[in-house]
């Protein structure tokens, strides 16, 4: 069946160093591809998305390409903030109602 | 902007009891969720519904029980709590299309004890 494996956390960085998540998807078909981040005490806020090989979602200065012939959507930004710290979620949907999701990469920014 | 609440952002119930939890969104989606959160196992599905009236079972329904008598309310009923049930629990909802992002709400982080 479908699978979403994403890098485990927690990822620790000073802030304005450069952020790669690593997110890799098995499906069949073209499943659309998410980013989700999740701050402390709240639920899951879409961060970008990308619906065909080769599109590139971005947000917030986030970005991720999606790579059809690696399965990859890693999620990168060029200067973390400390306002970045929260943990973020690739999914995929791939033509019906389910969605799969990754454990989650908690991502701690420093000052 | 999509709204989904829920009704409560924490609650502590104890072993056997019947609970609720309520979630309402305010843009006449057609589809609503239920997931648990757990440490290191991701978002896993409980029920889904996709008009009034009608649900599938997801990934991990056993313990849980839904009902959609409204098109903006999903509600989540834990029949016997129980303290594997300790969780967050998430609504979330799309409108009639699949492979839309979800919207979320904020969570309930609830105890069993």
């Known amino acids: 069946g479908d699978s979403v494996t994403q890098m485990e956390g927690p990822v620790t960085l000073s802030e304005e160093a450069f952020l790669t998540i690593n997110c890799t998807y098995t499906a069949t078909g073209y499943p659309s591809l998410f980013w989700y981040v999740q701050y402390p005490g709240e639920g899951l806020q879409l961060l970008l998305k990308?619906?065909?090989?080769?599109d590139k979602g971005s947000n917030k200065g986030f970005e991720a390409t999606y790579r059809k012939e690696t399965t990859s959507f890693h999620l990168e930004k060029g200067s973390v903030q400390v306002s970045d710290s929260a943990v973020y979620f690739c999914?995929?949907?791939?033509?019906?109602?389910?969605?799969?999701f990754g454990t989650g990469t908690r991502l701690k920014v420093l000052a | 902007d999509v709204k989904v609440t829920q009704s409560s952002r924490y609650l502590v119930k104890r072993t056997g009891e019947k609970v609720f939890l309520e979630c309402v969104q305010d843009?006449?989606?057609?589809?609503m969720f239920w997931y648990r959160q757990d440490p290191g196992l991701g978002l896993r599905l409980i029920y889904f519904?996709?008009?009034?009236?009608?649900?599938e079972k997801g990934d991990i329904p056993e313990g849980y029980s839904v009902s959609r008598e409204k098109k903006e309310r999903f509600s989540l009923i834990l029949e016997s709590a129980s303290t594997n049930q300790t969780s967050m629990y998430l609504c979330a909802s799309i409108p009639g299309q699949a492979n839309q992002p979800q919207h979320f709400g904020d969570g309930t982080r609830l105890s069993i004890l």
């Open positions: 990308a619906t065909k090989a080769d």
């Open positions: 999914a995929l949907s791939s033509g019906t109602y389910k969605y799969i």
């Open positions: 519904s996709y008009d009034v009236k009608m649900k």
């Open positions: 843009m006449d989606h057609e589809n």
